[in-house]
C-alpha cells in the first residue's frame, strides 16, 4: 500500500450524524494535515497535526494522531449537508523536505 | 484572509503547445509549490521553491517543466511541449517557513490538452 491511504474510501451518513475517516501511512513523518476538496475545486486546508501531538481539535472537527500505528482520523461531529465533500489526509515526511504526499481520499456524503 | 490565487481557471491547448500557469502567493510565505491532480487520482507533488530556487522536484518535474517567480509576487509553471497526458488539476500553493508549516493551497487552474 501506499503513504497515506484512506478508510473508508466512500461514507455516507445523515445530518446531525458524526463521521469518522481514517489514515493510514508508511514512514516517520513531521506532520500530518487533512484537507477538503469539493468536487472539482481547490483543496481546503482543515487542520494541522504535528507528530508530537496526539489530539487536536477546530470547532466540529477533531484530529488523532497515532505515531506508533502511523494512523490519524478525522472526525466531524453533527455533520451537516455542506460537509459533503472529499477529505484527504496529507503528510509531511521526516527528511522528505517540504513536500506533502497525499492519500487517496475519503467521499463524504452527508444527506438531509 | 489573504488566500492563493490562480489564473486561468482553465486553460485548453493543443498538444505540443506551451503553456504557462500563474500563482500569486500569500504575500508573506516564502515557500511555494506545484502540485497536480489528474482526474480520479491523487494530488501528487510536482515542485517546491525557495529564495528563488528550486529546492525539491519530483519525477514528474521532468525537462518539459519549470518554474520561475518573474517579480516580487507572481510564481509560474511553464509547460514547454504539452502532452496529452499533461491535462490535470494544478494547483499552487505557499508556506510561510518550511517543515511544520501548513500549506495552502489555491484553487486550482484545470488544464486540458487535446
Known amino acids: 500500500s501506499q503513504q497515506g491511504e484512506e478508510d473508508p474510501q466512500a461514507l455516507s451518513i445523515q445530518e446531525g450524524e458524526n463521521a469518522t475517516m481514517n489514515c493510514s501511512y508508511k514512514t516517520s513523518i513531521n506532520n500530518l494535515q487533512w484537507y477538503r476538496q469539493n468536487s472539482g475545486r481547490g483543496l481546503v486546508h482543515l487542520i494541522l497535526?504535528?507528530?508530537?501531538?496526539r489530539e487536536k481539535h477546530s470547532g466540529r472537527l477533531r484530529v488523532t494522531l497515532d505515531t506508533s500505528k502511523k494512523s490519524s482520523s478525522l472526525l466531524i461531529t453533527a455533520s451537516r449537508a455542506a460537509d459533503t465533500a472529499s477529505y484527504f489526509c496529507a503528510t509531511g515526511i521526516t527528511g522528505g523536505g517540504n513536500k506533502l504526499t497525499f492519500g487517496t481520499g475519503t467521499q463524504l456524503k452527508v444527506e438531509l | 484572509e489573504p488566500e492563493v490565487t490562480q489564473t486561468p481557471s482553465h486553460q485548453v491547448t493543443q498538444m505540443g503547445q506551451e503553456v504557462i500557469l500563474r500563482c500569486v502567493p500569500i504575500s508573506n510565505h516564502l515557500y511555494f509549490y506545484w502540485y497536480r491532480q489528474i482526474l480520479g487520482q491523487k494530488v501528487e507533488f510536482l515542485v517546491s521553491f525557495y529564495n528563488n530556487e528550486i529546492s525539491e522536484k519530483s519525477e514528474i518535474f521532468d525537462d518539459q517543466f519549470s518554474v520561475e517567480r518573474p517579480d516580487g509576487s507572481n510564481f509560474t509553471l511553464k509547460i514547454r511541449s504539452t502532452k496529452l497526458e499533461d491535462s490535470a488539476m494544478y494547483f499552487c500553493a505557499s508556506s510561510v517557513r518550511r517543515e511544520l508549516e501548513t500549506q495552502y493551497f489555491g484553487p486550482g487552474t484545470r488544464l486540458l490538452v487535446l
Open positions: 497535526i504535528r507528530s508530537n501531538e
